[in-house]
């Protein structure tokens, strides 16, 4: 890989990884029935930059599968020759194309349980990027599940896709405001006064835990700008900085407190 798409590569890091998405319906017929299913779990991955199948329009029930998979924005590969491995030598082909490009996807997620993949995979280790490997039960070899960094049947979508869609729901109910967030810390520390306990920074960060479910840590606040607090001792040093709150030899005070004595 040249120079470019690896600075390409660290550029994109901090961001949202791009996802391509290849399926052989030859070897993965079911892809047609959960094919909603899979698109919604390729899109949960990352950014979802591609979605290719790769079909034989000589044989009658591919042709009018990939029908349902083109609408819903698929570009389907048709691979008319019968010359056995055809269909796959084209999708790794096309793979390596895309990796080598201004575009390269950080994860591939390939439908297949060919073994015809297994040096395809190992190649994309290589480059440093991460594969995903669905197939149909009883169809995939067992080399090629094992080198996959992430490995499911097709027949566990529904549950992979629900499990997700719960997640994404209790991340957002989980989310509380950063002006909520400081009436939590203040009430916390307030709290632990009142009962002659420390103030330290991991006791308020597991009183508010205690005191307030809503609070899942320092995860769970949103800031003004959308963004997060990568430790609970920002989010006291903002609370500080705001005057919310006072600290010292980490420990946390009251400013109303501190008036009141005043």
Known sequence: MTSTHLAAGVQRSQHQP??????????VYSIVEYADLLLAFANSKGRLISKKVYYNSQCKNQASA????????????D???LIKDSADNQMIADCLGDIDSNSCPDTVILVSGDGDFVKLVRTL????KKVIILAQRGNVKQKLREIANEFHFLDELPQLVEAMTQQETDS???QIAYDKAIEYLIAAINTALSKGEATS????????RH????????DSICKPDGKKFSKFSK???AAVKDGKVRMQNQELFLVEADKLAA
Request: net charge positive; with cysteine; glycine share 6%.
């Open 66 to 77: 990939k029908d349902k998979l083109k609408s819903l924005g698929c570009v389907c590969v």
């Open 211 to 218: 005191l307030y479910p809503c609070y899942k840590g320092v």
């Open 172 to 174: 957002v109910q989980c």
């Open 201 to 208: 920074f991991s006791k308020i960060d597991n009183l508010m």
């Open 235 to 237: 989010f006291v040093e």
């Open 18 to 27: 791009l996802v391509a998405l290849y399926c052989d319906l030859q070897n």
């Open 79 to 81: 691979v008319p020759c």
């Open 125 to 128: 280790h290589k480059w440093g």
